[in-house]
């Protein structure tokens, strides 16, 4: 994730490339919430060229950058100086196969730097404001949904915390263009968007047992469907029924593009979208058994918006956040037949060395996490098989999403499971990696690695351990009334690479009680 210098301004700004529209948004802090200043959005149909092409086109690169002097004048008015402006962009841009010419335009041509956000993060953002708007909502179970023009993601709340979460690429714009000729020469063109999409969202990983009681749905073209579906103002959020959804797609379902622009008084691009949609909201429906869902008021400019104008609220939202991405790993560590006892000491170790040697690794609270999560993944490889059970690891996270972590998060996750086992790590997982990945992750690997050898029998035989370090000899000093031979031969074996990474040896010493 790009690390932003912790500014408290008065009054920011974020100019927003979503996959139809450009978005300017302007606010100052007031109380302790984000106040409108400016508000602003012009068309340009970004997703409809990379969806269709795979590319963005160079005039609308033109046009994009003529927007955006516009909207710095505007916020210039407002006393927003550069340091204080985020441009953020989602799929559209993500996706396009000549982003970086794309970015490098916009730079020269404006002086800006575009941050492209990976779909687990901007997901996150939404994630997060729901929540914090539906504070005061009964959250012990329930599913919720947020709907990107690229994308789906499906996550279940348990006790107000998310316990797991799916990404699923079927979002009404990318479902839109997909079938855009099918349209013209079906009349079942609504059948095939219903079955496409059925299948997309099965998702077979899901907790087992879950029931929600509730059904809370996000994103833009959600917001699109409010108005039409007639939702009502249920205070912190919006309630639309099930049922208002079936009348309008039941209405829709037959017609053109030109007729539910005609009927609904809506933009072509914003009618392309209403079947997918519909479909989408009905499969969401049906995953919850829900007859009525809320729709909170979650943007994602709103939210870094107020990241950038309350960053010691938002650090602390994303503390408590943790909790619901350990609280996912610990029931995908489960699903997995994870020893949960072997887990849960490995974590223990690991965060006791993390904790003492700070100044040797340098790192903080993100990476901290990252430990956890790897304390209690390393191993569920072994479901699949036994032998090689860390590249089987490694494969499975490098398919997954967990809540709370971005890509780069569960690449570097992957990586430290994949070099947890071996006798010689080598530097093969880092060949995709940046450079400050490839030291995040040896060096998270080179402590998790010290801790699990510590139970290589799994028998839980160490039951208390302390950590001195002293200019270049770490001493992990543990006490134990069993034989623990094989747990110094795997220490000493994985001491190596602890050397390797930081230039410090690593020395067990032991004391029988």
């Known amino acids: 994730m790009k690390k932003h210098k912790a500014r408290k301004p008065a009054v920011a700004a974020v100019i927003e490339f979503s996959s139809n529209t450009l978005r300017l948004l302007v606010g100052d802090r007031r109380d302790d919430r984000v106040h409108v200043l400016e508000f602003l959005e012009y068309p340009l149909a970004i997703g409809?060229?990379?969806?269709?092409?795979?590319?963005?086109?160079?005039?609308?690169?033109?046009?994009?950058?003529?927007?955006i002097k516009g909207?710095?004048?505007?916020?210039?008015?407002?006393?927003?100086?550069?340091?204080?402006?985020?441009?953020?962009?989602?799929?559209?841009?993500?996706?396009a196969r000549n982003k970086g010419y794309i970015l490098d335009q916009i730079r020269l041509k404006t002086g800006l730097d575009v941050e492209i956000m990976d779909g687990l993060e901007e997901k996150l953002h939404i994630f997060k404001t729901a929540l914090r708007t539906l504070v005061n909502e009964d959250l012990s179970s329930a599913l919720m949904g947020y709907v990107g023009s690229g994308s789906v993601g499906i996550s279940i709340i348990k006790n107000g915390r998310i316990v797991y979460y799916?990404?699923?690429?079927?979002?009404?714009?990318?479902?839109?263009?997909?079938?855009?000729?099918?349209?013209?020469?079906?009349?079942?063109y609504h059948v095939m968007i219903e079955e496409f999409i059925r299948a997309a969202l099965d998702v077979h990983d899901m907790p087992d047992g879950v029931r929600p009681e509730k059904l809370i749905l996000t994103g833009g073209d959600v917001n699109i469907m409010k108005d039409l579906c007639g939702a009502e103002n249920a205070g912190a959020a919006f309630m639309l029924k099930k049922k208002n959804l079936e009348k309008l797609y039941n209405r829709v379902k037959?017609?053109?593009?030109?007729?539910?622009?005609?009927?609904?008084?809506?933009?072509?691009?914003?009618?392309?979208?209403?079947?997918?949609?519909?479909?989408?909201?009905?499969?969401?429906?049906?995953?919850?058994?829900?007859?009525?869902?809320?729709?909170?008021?979650?943007?994602l400019n709103e939210s870094v918006l107020y990241c950038m104008l309350f960053p010691e609220e938002a650090a602390k939202i994303d503390k408590e956040f943790y909790k619901s991405t350990l609280l996912a790993v610990k029931?995908?560590?489960?699903?997995?037949?994870?020893?949960?006892?072997?887990?849960?000491?490995?974590e223990d170790f690991s965060l006791k060395i993390f904790d003492k040697i700070r100044k040797l690794h340098g790192m903080g609270a993100r990476e901290r996490i990252l430990l956890q999560c790897a304390a209690y993944l390393h191993d569920f490889g072994k479901f699949i098989d036994v032998k090689d059970h860390a590249r089987h690891s490694y494969n499975i996270l490098s398919g997954l999403d967990i809540v709370g972590l971005n890509q780069r998060d569960m690449n570097v996750l992957a990586q430290i499971c994949l070099l947890h086992s071996a006798d010689q790590p080598d530097t093969e997982p880092y060949s995709a990696s940046?450079?400050?990945?490839?030291?995040?992750?040896?060096?998270?690997?080179?402590?998790?690695?010290?801790?699990?050898?510590?139970?290589?029998?799994?028998?839980?035989?160490?039951?208390?351990?302390?950590?001195?370090?002293?200019?270049?000899?770490?001493?992990?000093?543990?006490?134990?009334?069993?034989?623990?031979?094989?747990?110094?031969?795997?220490?000493?074996?994985?001491?190596?690479?602890?050397?390797?990474?930081?230039?410090?040896?690593?020395?067990?010493?032991?004391?029988?009680v």
């Not at 799916?166 to 079942?188: N, W």
């Not at 933009?267 to 007859?291: K, Q, T, Y």
């Not at 302390?466 to 001491?495: C, M, P, Y």
Request: glycine fraction near 6%.
């Open 166 to 188: 799916r990404s699923v690429k079927v979002g009404p714009l990318r479902i839109s263009e997909l079938f855009e000729h099918a349209a013209t020469y079906t009349q079942e």
């Open 331 to 346: 029931a995908l560590a489960a699903r997995y037949e994870v020893i949960e006892a072997h887990a849960s000491l490995v």
């Open 434 to 512: 940046a450079a400050g990945d490839m030291a995040v992750t040896a060096k998270l690997a080179a402590i998790l690695r010290l801790a699990d050898a510590l139970d290589r029998g799994r028998l839980q035989k160490i039951n208390d351990l302390t950590v001195t370090a002293d200019g270049d000899e770490l001493v992990v000093h543990v006490q134990t009334n069993r034989n623990i031979e094989l747990e110094k031969w795997a220490f000493n074996r994985k001491s190596a690479f602890f050397g390797e990474v930081f230039g410090v040896k690593a020395t067990l010493h032991v004391k029988a």
């Open 254 to 299: 037959y017609a053109s593009t030109e007729n539910i622009s005609k009927e609904y008084q809506l933009s072509l691009a914003r009618a392309e979208v209403i079947i997918p949609a519909c479909c989408i909201l009905g499969d969401l429906f049906s995953l919850a058994g829900a007859e009525e869902a809320l729709l909170p008021q979650a943007y």
């Open 71 to 95: 909207y710095l004048e505007t916020a210039a008015c407002y006393g927003v100086g550069s340091k204080d402006i985020r441009v953020i962009a989602t799929t559209a841009l993500r996706e």
């Open 48 to 67: 409809k060229d990379t969806f269709n092409l795979g590319k963005l086109g160079f005039d609308k690169v033109n046009k994009a950058c003529l927007i």
